[in-house]
Each structure stands twice: as structure tokens, then as C-alpha cells.
């Protein structure tokens, strides 16, 4: 196995164990009794956000039928969150970012510094515990 992805995945059972995850530079935290599905983690790969091509990672966190996707966004160009396609601006625990309610899911995308964190989850409440102050 390569060393690197080794060492990551080390890492990231190191944080789930106290209850927080890094998503690269960002932390979020590990909701109650949720686990990190290791065999669904994504490092280093290619996709578009808001059609800005980005590398991202994704962390999947599962609570038997349910389950939270964080994907954390590295763009190749700036990006300005704008409020499109039913999106509306929210406050969640201090960070401004775009929120949305979609088929039963609930979205939100923020920025962190030079990166984007989005988070896919099943309910409202379960966003604010993961994003976290």
C-alpha cells in the first residue's frame, strides 16, 4: 500500500477516535455515533464546484441507514459563493455559507480559507455539531 495513503488513513483513524476529523486544513467534528466508512474516503481527486475545476477529498461519516458526506474543495481559481437554484446564504456556528434543503437532504458549503467544506447530511442539527464552532 502506499505510504501516503497509509499514513492518511492512520491519521484519520487517529482523529475519529477523539471525535474529530481533518479534512485537510479544516476540522470538523465527529458527530455522536457516527463512524468514518474508510472504504468510502476520496484523497486527492478532480471534480467542479460551482464548474471550477478543483482536487477535493471526501470523508463519509454513516449512522446505520443514515449518513454525512464531507467533501472538502481545493479550487484552481477563486470562487464566490453565490445563492443560485434555491440556495439561500446562512449563518451555521459562525461561518457564512450557502444552505439548501434538497430530496430530504440538508447542504451546506462554506469557505475556509483558500478551501470549500460541504457537507451533505440528514437533517439540519446534525451540520451544526459538524461544522462546530
Known amino acids: ?3 501516503k495513503i497509509l499514513a492518511c488513513l492512520l491519521l484519520i483513524a487517529a482523529v475519529a477516535s ?3 476529523v481533518a479534512a485537510e486544513a479544516s476540522q470538523i467534528n465527529l458527530p455522536d455515533g457516527y463512524q468514518i466508512d474508510a472504504a468510502q474516503t476520496i484523497e486527492n481527486a478532480t471534480t467542479q ?7 477535493y477529498n ?3 461519516m454513516v449512522n446505520g441507514d443514515k449518513n454525512i458526506t464531507v467533501d472538502t474543495f481545493f479550487p484552481h481559481t477563486e470562487i464566490t459563493l453565490t445563492p443560485e437554484g434555491g ?3 446562512k449563518n451555521i456556528t ?8 434538497k430530496d430530504g437532504r440538508f447542504i451546506f458549503v462554506y469557505s475556509d480559507n483558500d478551501q470549500f467544506v460541504q457537507v451533505d447530511a440528514p437533517d ?5 455539531e ?4
Not at 49 to 55: N, R, S, T
Open 18 to 20: 477523539v471525535g474529530i
Open 94 to 101: 459562525g461561518k457564512e455559507g450557502l444552505y439548501q434543503e
Open 58 to 60: 471526501r470523508v463519509v
Open 130 to 133: 459538524i461544522v462546530g464552532k
Open 87 to 89: 440556495s439561500v446564504m
Open 1 to 3: 500500500m502506499n505510504k
Open 49 to 55: 464546484l460551482f464548474g471550477i475545476d478543483c482536487e
Open 124 to 128: 439540519a442539527k446534525v451540520i451544526e
